[in-house]
C-alpha cells in the first residue's frame, strides 16, 4: 500500500498544518517504527496511525522551547531540553527537508505568539492605579476609557460581518449580471446591483470612520499608558530591592539571635523589635511564594490531586481548627510566644560569643591509583583482610553521616509547638525525607566506625540540641544515636547496614528503626529508612538513587504516614527523585497530602474532599483529593561554594570533623586515618588505616581470650587457644573467605584478556570511569575459589561485647528492641573524666 503523501511546507493548509509518515526511534528491541506526525498550532504530536487521532495521542513536544537539529540526510532529532526527545526519521531526503522547513515555521511562529502574548500580559498588568486621593477617578477613566474601546471593537466586528454578507450578495449579482442576455430583465438586476452596492458603500463608511474613532481613543491614550508602565515597572524594581534588603537582614538577625544566649529581661534590645517586624513581611512574602500548585500525581502512586472549591478556602479563613496549612502567622506566634516565655522565666546571664564554625576544607586531591601495586599487596593474603583504601572514602565516619540527619532540625522544632497530632505528623515526615537530601552526589564511602567509636555533635548553643553516636557492634556493624532538645523533642536510632551487589549496582538496606519522642504531647513516633542504591559500580560513572517506601507511625494516636519513594527510571515521565506521601488518621481517613522531591523539598496540602476516580495502570481504582493549595514544609539549603571540590559536603558537614577541645579520646575527629585524609595525605591513611584494622582484630581476639578463661571445662579453653579468629576488615562480612593466592592471581591475568590489560594498562580502565577497586574484589570473590583455601575456625566464645554509654532494651511503645542511651558521657565531659573509654586509636 502507498503512503500517502505529505502536503508541502510551502503550500501550508489554512489551519498552519502539517502531517505525514515518519520513523519514531522506540529501543534499542523495536528501534525505529512508523508513526502518524501531525504539526498543528505549534506543537507536534504523534499516533500510531491516522485512526487513533480522534482519540489517543500518543504523544505531544512544544515547538516553541524545542530545539531542532539535523543528523544525516534522513535522521533529525526535535528535544525541548531533556524532558522529550524524539529521534525520527524520513523516507528521502526531500521529505525530511519538507519536514524541517515546517517545523522551523512553526517554531518561529509560537515564539513569536508567546512574546506576544507576555507584552499583552505586561501591558494589562499596569492598569494598577496610583496611590492617592486620585486613584478613584484614575480607575473610573480607566474604565471608561476601556468600555469605550469595547464597544468600538463590537462596531468593527459588526461592520465586518455586515461588509461580508454584502460583498458576497454583491458578488453573486454581478456574476448574474453577465450571464443575462439585453432583454427585459436587464433593469431589473441592474437595480439590485445598485442597491447592493450601496449598502456596501455605507457599511464600508460606516467601518471606517469606527476604526477611526478607535484609532484617535488608543493614540490619545497611548502616550499616558506608557508612563503609567514606566512608572509600575520602577516602583516594583525598587519593591524588589527593598524587600531583597528586608530579606537579608531578617536572615542577618535570625543568625545573630539563634547564635546568642537569652537576653536579660531588663535589657531592651531593639534589633528584637527589627527582627519582628521584618519576619511578618517576610511570612507574608513566604505565603505568595508558596501558592504556586504542585503537579498533580500521576498513576504510580495511587492517588490524584486537584485544587479544591473555592469554597473551602473561604471556609478554611474562619476555622478555628489551627490549620497549619497557612502557617506563616502561626509559626510567628510560636516563636514570639516562646521567646517572651524564655526572657520572663530564665534569669539574665551574660551574653557568651558563639564559635565560628569553619567554612572550607582541604580540596579533594586527584590522586592516581596503581591497581597493580593493590593486587600485588593483596597476594597471600585472607579476603576479609585486604583493606579498602581510601581513595573511595569521604572524611567522614559513619557516625558522622548518621548526625547529619539533624541538619534540618528546625522541622522537628516546629513539630513540637503543633498542637495538632496530624500537622505534627507532617513535619515528621518531611523531616525523614531531608535526611536524604545530602545523598545526591555523595557518591563517596564514609570510614566504617570502629568498635566502641563515639561522635558528639554538641549544638546546644546555636541551636538547643545535643546528639552522641556510638559503634555499639561490629558484627554485624551497628550505630547507635540519640539526640535531645532543649525545643522539646528527642530522637534516637539504631541503624544496621545489609548489602546485595547485583552486578550493576550495589543496594543498601538500612535495618533498624528511628523514634522520635515530643515531650509535651507524649506522641512516639518511628520509621525505618529506604533502600539506596548505588548505580553504575563497574562502568561508568556513580549516582545514587533513592526507592521505597517509608510507613511513619504515631503509636500514642496512631496516625499514620506512607511515604513512597519512585525509583528513577528512564522511561518515566514523572519528576527525579519524586517523594508522594498521605497522612491519615487512625481510622483511614486521610488529612494532608505531601508531595515533592527528596533532594530539593516538600510540600503539603490539606484535603478537603476525596472520591474514587478511574482505575490506574494496574486496574487500581485511584482516589482523587480535593485539596487546598500547597504549603512548603521543607527545602534544601544551598550547597557551600565550591562543594565540587570538597566531597560535596554541605555547610553542616563540613563541621563535623573539626578539631574540638574536651571530646571523648574515642570521638570520630581524633581518629588518625580519617584526619590525614582530610589533609590530603592518602598514603599515611592508608597506612593509618590498616593499622588501626589490625589493632581492632588483636583487641578483638584479647577479648576471645578472656572470654575463653571463663569457660568451665580447661578443654574449652584449650580449643579456644589454638583457633585463629579472623576478623572481617572495613569492606567485607565473611569471616570464612579463602586467600587469594598467586595461582589464582595468575588464574586472572593469564585466563581473563579483559583483567590482564586493565592491569596493564590502567589509563584505559580510567577512560572507560571502571571502579577500579570494586572491579578488582568482584573478580576476587568470583575466582579465589580456585586457589588452595585454608578451612576456617570458628569463634568457640562469641565477642560479648558491652557498649558503654548505650544499653539495650525492648521498647514497648513501638514492640523494637533496640540501644538507647543510659547517660553518663555529658556528665563525664563535664567532668573531664574519660577513664573508662578504651584506647581504640
Not at 438 to 464: A, M, W, Y
Not at 529 to 548: A, E, F, P, R
Request: with cysteine; aromatic share 10%.
Amino acid at each position: 500500500m502507498s503512503e500517502p503523501k505529505p502536503p508541502t511546507p510551502t503550500t501550508p493548509t489554512p489551519e498552519d498544518s502539517y502531517e505525514g509518515w515518519l520513523f519514531k526511534w522506540t529501543n534499542y528491541i523495536k528501534g525505529y517504527q512508523r508513526r502518524w506526525f501531525v504539526l498543528s498550532n505549534g506543537l507536534l504530536s504523534y499516533y500510531r496511525s491516522q485512526a487513533e487521532m480522534g482519540h489517543t495521542c500518543r504523544g505531544t513536544i512544544n515547538l516553541a522551547t524545542a530545539n531542532i537539529a539535523v543528523e544525516d540526510s534522513c535522521n533529525f532529532v526535535i528535544s525541548n531540553g531533556g524532558a522529550q526527545t524524539y529521534h525520527l526519521k524520513a523516507n528521502s531526503e526531500i521529505e525530511r527537508q519538507r519536514w524541517i522547513t515546517a517545523l522551523e515555521l512553526a517554531k518561529a511562529k509560537a515564539v513569536s505568539m508567546q512574546e506576544e502574548s507576555d507584552d499583552s500580559g505586561d501591558e494589562f498588568c499596569v492598569v494598577v492605579p496610583v496611590s492617592g486621593q486620585g486613584g478613584g477617578s484614575d480607575i473610573s477613566e480607566v474604565q471608561s476609557t476601556l468600555r469605550t474601546l469595547s464597544s468600538k471593537v463590537e462596531d468593527l466586528t459588526t461592520c465586518n460581518d455586515l461588509i461580508v454578507k454584502h460583498g458576497s450578495a454583491l458578488q453573486r449579482s454581478l456574476s448574474e449580471l453577465e450571464g443575462l442576455r439585453v432583454g427585459t430583465d436587464m433593469g431589473e438586476k441592474i437595480r439590485q446591483v445598485t442597491e447592493r452596492a450601496t449598502l456596501f458603500r455605507i457599511t464600508s463608511n460606516a467601518m471606517i470612520n469606527s476604526c477611526r474613532d478607535f484609532l484617535s481613543i488608543a493614540q490619545s491614550n497611548s502616550k499616558r499608558w506608557q508612563k503609567a508602565l514606566h512608572t509600575e515597572r520602577d516602583q516594583r524594581i525598587r519593591l524588589e530591592e527593598t524587600l531583597e534588603q528586608l530579606a537579608k537582614q531578617h536572615n542577618h538577625l535570625e543568625r545573630a539571635f539563634r547564635g546568642a544566649t537569652v537576653l536579660p529581661s531588663s535589657l531592651s534590645n531593639p534589633n528584637l523589635n527589627i527582627k519582628s517586624g521584618v519576619s511578618v513581611k517576610g511570612d507574608a512574602s513566604d505565603e505568595d511564594d508558596d501558592n504556586e500548585f504542585f503537579d498533580a500525581m500521576e498513576d504510580p502512586t495511587g492517588f490524584i490531586t486537584v485544587p479544591a472549591d473555592p469554597k473551602y478556602h473561604r471556609r478554611s479563613g474562619s476555622n478555628v481548627s489551627g490549620l497549619s496549612s497557612e502557617m506563616g502567622m502561626d509559626d510567628q506566634s510560636f516563636d514570639e510566644l516562646s521567646l517572651a516565655s524564655n526572657s520572663e522565666s530564665l534569669p539574665p546571664v551574660e551574653l557568651e560569643p558563639v564559635r565560628q564554625r569553619r567554612t572550607r576544607i582541604p580540596d579533594k586531591p586527584n590522586y592516581y591509583l596503581n591497581l597493580w601495586s593493590i593486587m600485588k599487596n593483596c597476594i597471600g593474603k585472607e579476603l576479609s583482610k585486604i583493606p579498602m583504601p581510601v581513595n573511595f572514602n569521604e572524611p567522614l565516619s559513619m557516625l558522622q553521616r548518621l548526625s547529619e540527619d539533624l541538619e534540618y532540625h528546625e522541622l522537628l522544632d516546629k513539630a513540637a509547638k503543633c498542637h495538632n497530632s496530624l500537622e505534627q505528623m507532617c513535619y515528621v515526615a518531611a523531616f525523614t525525607v531531608s535526611s536524604y537530601s545530602t545523598t545526591v552526589h555523595r557518591t563517596g564511602k564514609p570510614f566504617n566506625p570502629l568498635l566502641g567509636e563515639t561522635f558528639e555533635l554538641d549544638r546546644i548553643k546555636e541551636s538547643g540540641y545535643r546528639s552522641l553516636c556510638e559503634q555499639v557492634s561490629h558484627h554485624p556493624p551497628a550505630a547507635a544515636h540519640h539526640a535531645f532538645s532543649e525545643k522539646g523533642w528527642t530522637l534516637r536510632q539504631e541503624i544496621t547496614l545489609a548489602s546485595k551487589f547485583r552486578g550493576k549496582y550495589l543496594s543498601i538496606m538500612p535495618l533498624g528503626s528511628i523514634q522520635c519522642i515530643f515531650d509535651k504531647s507524649n506522641n512516639h513516633y518511628s520509621w525505618k529508612k529506604v533502600t539506596t542504591t548505588v548505580h553504575n559500580i563497574i562502568v561508568g560513572k556513580l549516582w545514587i538513587d533513592q526507592s521505597g517506601e517509608i510507613d511513619v507511625v504515631n503509636h500514642t494516636t496512631g496516625d499514620r504516614c506512607h511515604l513512597k519513594f519512585a525509583p528513577y527510571s528512564y522511561f518515566s515521565r514523572d519528576v527525579p527523585r519524586k517523594v508522594t506521601g498521605v497522612v491519615t488518621d487512625k481510622d483511614g481517613k486521610a488529612h494532608y497530602v505531601l508531595s515533592g522531591t527528596w533532594d530539593e523539598k516538600m510540600e503539603f496540602s490539606r484535603i478537603m474532599q476525596s472520591s474514587k476516580g478511574e482505575n490506574g495502570t494496574e486496574g487500581k481504582q485511584r482516589t482523587v483529593y480535593q485539596t487546598l493549595k500547597p504549603k512548603e514544609i521543607w527545602r534544601k539549603n544551598p550547597l557551600p561554594e565550591g562543594a565540587e571540590n570538597m566531597y560535596f559536603f554541605s555547610s553542616l558537614a563540613l563541621t563535623l570533623n573539626e578539631p574540638e577541645e574536651g571530646v571523648a579520646p574515642t570521638d570520630s575527629r581524633r581518629r588518625p586515618d580519617q584526619r590525614l585524609m582530610e589533609e590530603g595525605h592518602w598514603d599515611e591513611a592508608n597506612a593509618e588505616k590498616q593499622r588501626l584494622e589490625e589493632k581492632q582484630r588483636s583487641t578483638r581476639r584479647e577479648r576471645e581470650r578472656d572470654a575463653a578463661k571463663a569457660a568451665t571445662t580447661p578443654e574449652e579453653a584449650h580449643a579456644h587457644d589454638t583457633s585463629t579468629t579472623s576478623e572481617v576488615s572495613d569492606e567485607t562480612d565473611a569471616e570464612d573467605s579463602p586467600p587469594l593466592t598467586p595461582v589464582a592471581c595468575k588464574f586472572l591475568l593469564h585466563f581473563h584478556p579483559m583483567f590482564s590489560e586493565l592491569t596493564k594498562n590502567p589509563d584505559i580502565m580510567l577512560s572507560f570511569q571502571i571502579s577500579p577497586i570494586l572491579f578488582c574484589f568482584f573478580f576476587f570473590f568470583s575466582f579465589a575459589p580456585y586457589g588452595p583455601s585454608v578451612p576456617p575456625y570458628p569463634s568457640v566464645h562469641p565477642d560479648n561485647y558491652q557498649a558503654l554509654w548505650f544499653e539495650k532494651i525492648h521498647d514497648p511503645v513501638s514492640g523494637e528492641t533496640l540501644h538507647v542511651y543510659k547517660g553518663g558521657y555529658w556528665e563525664a565531659k563535664e567532668q573531664g573524666d574519660w577513664e573508662l573509654c578504651p584506647d581504640i586509636f
